[in-house]
């Protein structure tokens, strides 16, 4: 059973920036396609960005978060990262780490089959 906990949301003004993390436990973070998504309230869970196994790579992101956000994977800590740079009131929402199948793309919600209990970023104007 994978178990994700993410951490490292908070509140920041606009143009800033915060690094999420999401610590995994039970298997590797290598060994899953894992993605970030987010939930504004009254608005459906949307993907943000997904990074593919280490064997194949492919990193791939949401327009709206395209060169902002980075994604990426430390492997001996056994944690996934999202870099959230530039900041805007509208990436205000709860962020959701998640481990996966294939294909691994962001928009791809269904393959996604472990979810960790999310982390809340507010961006104020």
């Known amino acids: 059973q994978v178990h994700l906990v993410e951490s490292g949301g908070g509140s920041v003004q606009a143009g800033g920036s915060l690094r999420l993390s999401c610590a995994v436990s039970g298997s590797r973070v290598s060994s899953y396609c894992m993605g970030w998504f987010r939930q504004a309230p009254g608005k459906e869970r949307e993907g943000v960005a997904a990074?593919?196994?280490?064997?194949?790579?492919?990193?791939n992101y949401a327009e709206p978060v395209k060169d902002r956000f980075t994604i990426s994977r430390d492997n001996a800590k056994n944690t996934l990262y999202l870099q959230m740079n530039s900041l805007k009131p509208e990436d205000t929402a709860m962020y959701y780490c998640?481990?996966?199948?294939?294909?691994?793309?962001?928009?791809?919600?269904?393959?996604?089959?472990?979810w960790g209990q999310g982390t809340q970023v507010t961006v104020s104007s």
């Open positions: 998640a481990a996966g199948g294939w294909p691994c793309y962001y928009d791809r919600r269904q393959n996604f089959g472990y």
């Open positions: 990074i593919n196994i280490n064997s194949f790579g492919g990193i």
